[in-house]
C-alpha cells in the first residue's frame, strides 16, 4: 500500500529518457545533502550522498549536483528504468547538528 | 535487504493503549534513529540514540518513549494512542554518532490506531 502522502510533485518520464528530480533545501548551513528512494511499502533506500566541499558526484546511472549558491540539488537519472519508479527525499543536516531533515519528497514514474 | 531489522510489521490497536515498536540495528552499527512517517507529511525525525546514549531529539511527543539496549537494539515506546499516531515508524542505524553518514532505515512498522 501507499506509504507517502498522496499530494507530492510528480515527475512523469518515458522508459529510457533521463530524469531529474530537483530539490530546494532550506539552511545555507546545511553542510551534508542525502538522496533517498522509497518505493511502495518498504523503507527508504539510500542513492548518493554529497558534502558541501562538492558540486557534482557519481554513482551508477545517478549524478547528484548540488548549487550552494541558490541552495539547490538535484538527482539526475539516466535512462530511467520501470524499476525507479518510487518516491525520491532529498534530506539536509545542518552544520553541527546531529539530525536530518528531509523534504517532502517526488514520485517518479516511469511509463513504456 | 538493508540489514535493519523492524518488528512487527503492522499493529492496529486501540486509542489509549501503548505499543512497542523494536529496532535491530545493522552489524556494527551503534546508532539508532527513529523516525515517524504520516500520509500528509514526509519523515519526521524523533529520536536518535548512540551507543546505549540519547543522541539528538526531534518532534517526539512526550507520550513517546524509546531506549538503546546494550546490544544495541532500541524499541520506541508510544502509549496513551491517539487517531493521530497512526502512521509509518522507521527505524534506521548508521556506524557513527552524527548524521553525516549514510543512514540504513528498516522496512517500518505499520501502526494503525483504531
Known amino acids: 500500500g501507499e506509504s507517502v502522502g498522496l499530494h507530492l510533485p510528480t515527475l512523469s518520464v518515458q522508459e529510457g529518457d533521463n530524469s531529474i528530480i530537483n530539490c530546494a533545501y532550506s539552511n545555507s548551513a546545511s553542510d551534508y545533502f542525502i538522496w533517498y528512494k522509497q518505493e511502495s511499502g518498504k523503507g527508504p533506500q539510500f542513492i548518493i550522498d554529497?558534502?558541501?566541499?562538492?558540486d557534482k558526484r557519481q554513482g551508477q546511472r545517478v549524478t547528484v549536483l548540488l548549487n550552494k549558491t541558490v541552495k539547490h540539488l538535484s538527482l539526475q537519472i539516466a535512462a530511467t528504468q520501470p524499476g525507479d519508479s518510487a518516491v525520491y527525499f532529498c534530506a539536509e543536516n545542518i552544520y553541527n547538528t546531529d539530525k536530518l531533515i528531509f523534504g517532502t519528497g517526488t514520485r517518479l514514474q516511469v511509463f513504456p | 535487504d538493508s540489514g535493519v531489522t523492524q518488528t512487527p510489521k503492522h499493529l492496529i490497536t486501540a486509542t489509549g493503549q501503548r505499543v512497542t515498536l523494536r529496532c535491530s540495528p545493522r552489524?556494527?552499527?551503534?546508532?539508532v534513529y527513529w523516525y515517524q512517517q504520516s500520509l500528509d507529511q514526509g519523515l519526521q525525525f524523533l529520536i536518535q540514540?548512540?551507543?546505549?546514549?540519547?543522541?539528538a531529539k526531534g518532534n517526539i511527543l512526550e507520550r513517546f518513549s524509546a531506549q538503546q539496549f546494550p546490544d544495541l537494539h532500541s524499541e520506541l515506546n508510544l502509549s496513551s494512542l491517539e487517531l493521530g499516531d497512526s502512521a509509518l515508524y522507521f527505524c534506521?542505524?548508521?556506524?557513527?554518532?552524527?548524521?553525516?553518514?549514510?543512514?540504513?532505515f528498516g522496512a517500518g512498522t505499520r501502526l494503525s490506531v483504531l
Open positions: 534506521a542505524s548508521s556506524v557513527y554518532g552524527t548524521s553525516q553518514n549514510i543512514q540504513y
Open positions: 554529497i558534502r558541501s566541499n562538492m
Open positions: 540514540y548512540y551507543n546505549g546514549e540519547e543522541r
Open positions: 552489524s556494527g552499527d551503534l546508532s
